[in-house]
């Protein structure tokens, strides 16, 4: 069984940082890209940062250059470093990642998701 547990959300003002944080545990063969959405209250779940296991990074326009995405490969982890936070950035944050597991000869494929994360920017 594959999880992915996020920590680091929380209440902070507006101009603040928060790291969030996203393990991966389980029964993994491998990981690909991992990555961060977000979905604020009323509105659809939207892409935030994506990373590839080679480090090759992608970000949502309205983040870029405040957000940094990470990964540590050892550690089966990822994380968001948030800078420059914005009311607009309120949201529940969700770690993805596409995990391939293994059953006998068999490799399964699939996205997994954590359980999100709140995050709070006050003006």
């Known amino acids: 069984q594959v999880q992915l547990v996020e920590s680091g959300g929380g209440l902070v003002q507006a101009g603040g940082s928060l790291r969030l944080s996203c393990a991966a545990s389980?029964?993994?063969?491998?990981?690909?890209?991992m990555g961060w959405y977000r979905q604020a209250p009323g509105k659809q779940r939207e892409l935030v940062a994506t990373?590839?296991?080679?480090?090759?990074?992608n970000y949502a326009d309205s983040v870029k250059g405040r957000f940094t995405i990470s990964r540590d490969n050892a550690k089966i982890t990822v994380y968001l470093q948030m800078n420059s936070l914005k009311p607009e950035d309120t949201a529940v944050y969700y770690c993805?990642?596409?995990?391939?597991?293994?059953?006998?000869?068999?490799?399964?494929?699939?996205?997994?998701w954590g359980q999100g994360t709140q995050v709070t920017v006050s003006s």
């Open positions: 993805n990642a596409r995990i391939t597991t293994a059953q006998g000869m068999a490799y399964y494929v699939r996205d997994y």
């Open positions: 990373i590839t296991r080679g480090g090759s990074t």
């Open positions: 389980g029964s993994i063969f491998s990981i690909n890209d």
